[in-house]
């Protein structure tokens, strides 16, 4: 499906909307999902997801239809492309590989948006070949965790099963084991850095924000995205990340060699350093169009 044919897709959208709704276009442009699925990817499970995840959610007043499917209906045009991105990546939409957020628009009406989740993007590092596993924890102020850099390989982290509450929520943290069995930067961020990520991300503050409904998932996408710096992702995430960042104009904190926001960091000698493919940073417009924002990520 091209940019054209997703324009075009409107005024045959508006014309099937009153009679099957959205879940029947979802039916009806399978074809055109299909020839952007990844091939491992079988089409009509994608469509089946795809149409089972606009029945989730809230109720929208008294229309009997959940806020998605109003949402989709209020803009086609607009849910086939976030669709289409969610195709080419081969995620799955409304799942934590990929949100579908209803989000008011301009007008005031709700539209859907989508944001990648950090199991999409896990989805997207081991696709790449080079990953055995990924570890993504968040810390709670009940936990023990302790992390050296340049002296622990791995953070150790103690939870006390026991406890009927953890706390709140500390730290988030993440790495990656490679097939050879070497560990990848560990990425630790903490309340301050999560908070001025949430900062960037517009419509953050919007109750049909992931950081308000899933702050946990939020603060975990927070780490694996930078992680996402340190270790081969698919050559589709690179290009999504690079394009939202363009469109957002919205960049999160760097993150220095051992995995802690540069302006923390003490200064490195970066003669040291080995010369690196392109730098990128999520950008996801949220709530107004003025996506998520994992930075601004919702």
């Known amino acids: 499906m ?27 442009y399978r074809s055109d999902f299909a020839a952007v699925l990844p091939s491992h990817i079988n089409t009509d499970s994608w469509v089946r ?9 809230r109720m929208y007043g008294r229309t009997g239809k959940t806020e998605l499917e109003v949402a989709a209906q209020n803009n086609p045009a607009q849910f086939l492309a976030t669709l289409l991105d969610a195709a080419r990546l081969g995620l ?14 301009r007008g005031g009406q709700l539209e ?36 050296r850099p340049g002296v622990d390989e791995r953070p150790i982290h103690e939870i006390d099963w026991d406890a009927e509450h953890r706390g709140d929520l500390r730290l988030v943290y993440a790495y990656a084991i490679m097939k050879d069995g070497a560990t990848s930067k560990v990425v630790v961020l903490n309340r301050n850095h999560i908070a001025r990520i949430k900062k960037t991300a517009q419509g953050a503050d ?11 998932a939020m603060w975990l996408k927070s780490a694996v995205r930078q992680l996402a710096k340190w270790v081969p992702t698919s050559a589709e995430y ?51 169009p003025d996506w998520p924002g994992e930075e601004g990520d919702e």
């Open 112 to 147: 859907i948006l989508g944001i990648v989740g950090y199991q999409g993007i896990i989805e997207l590092m081991y696709r790449a070949g080079a990953i055995a596993s990924v570890v993504a924890e968040v810390v709670y102020s009940g936990d023990n965790f302790q992390y």
């Open 49 to 57: 997801v795809t149409q089972g995840a606009l029945k989730k959610g």
């Open 238 to 288: 690179r290009n999504v990340v690079a394009r939202a960042e363009r469109e957002a104009g919205q960049h999160e904190p760097e993150l220095s060699g051992n995995g802690v926001p540069a302006e923390f960091a003490p200064p490195i000698d970066v003669s040291d350093l080995p010369v690196v493919g392109e730098d990128f940073v999520d950008g996801e417009v949220v709530d107004e």
């Open 2 to 28: 091209t940019a054209q044919s997703v324009t075009d897709a409107h005024s045959k959208a508006v014309a099937q909307r009153d009679s099957g709704g959205p879940r029947a276009l979802v039916a009806q």
């Open 92 to 105: 799955e939409p409304g799942t934590e590989q990929y949100y579908l957020t209803p989000r008011k628009g």
């Open 206 to 216: 919007s109750e049909y924000s992931p950081w308000n409904t899933h702050p946990e």
